[in-house]
């Protein structure tokens, strides 16, 4: 899954999946990378892999039920979708910060398997693919750590606060160093 904002090659990751040894149906989604997608689209056919293509698409909770695994950056929003899920991750092409501590904290939990941006990744694929057991316990571990109810305990909390004061100050968003809101990283 990439193509939401980030730098991921689909298609080579693609490519890299031919040599798993089981047949794999491949769900990719390139988001609003339309040239990626026109490029997944040509390789259907061409490539020993039974490839589906999305654009951007409301149905990543159904993809998602009907995956084994799933090969992504680890953005928030995604990681958060997977958690939900219980979808085991390997993880690609972090962009440096946020999303390098995301990556190292769902590996640490074993929820994810990290891949070197420039290594094949279907040897990891077929690794993890060809040992079940491992599957299993990586998906149990990503319920354990899913937080679905989160924005209905935010929601709860902001409730409370409002019925205990007239109002709540809103402390001011937190900048970077360079001055970017730290809630768009």
Request: net charge negative.
């Amino acid at each position: 899954m990439g193509g939401g904002m980030g730098p991921v090659p689909l298609d080579r990751i693609v490519t890299d999946l031919q040599s798993c040894e089981s047949p794999l149906q491949v769900l990719a989604v390139a988001g609003h990378d339309h040239a990626v997608k026109n490029k997944l689209d040509l390789m259907r056919g061409k490539v020993a892999l039974d490839i589906h293509t999305f654009g951007w698409t409301d149905n990543v909770p159904e993809l998602m039920a009907a995956s084994d695994l799933l090969i992504t950056k680890p953005g928030g929003v995604t990681i958060a979708e997977s958690l939900a899920a219980g979808l085991p991750m390997i993880l690609t092409h972090p962009i440096p910060g946020p999303e390098e501590r995301h990556a190292q904290y769902l590996a640490r939990h074993g929820v994810a398997v990290l891949a070197d941006p420039e290594e094949n990744i279907g040897p990891i694929t077929n690794e993890l693919l060809s040992c079940r057991d491992k599957l299993r316990e990586m998906k149990r571990r990503a319920h354990e750590l899913s937080r679905p109810d989160a924005t209905h305990t935010i929601a709860q909390i902001g409730r409370a606060m409002l019925e205990r004061e007239d109002s709540i100050e809103l402390l001011p968003v937190p900048y970077t160093r360079s001055g970017d809101s730290a809630y768009l990283m």
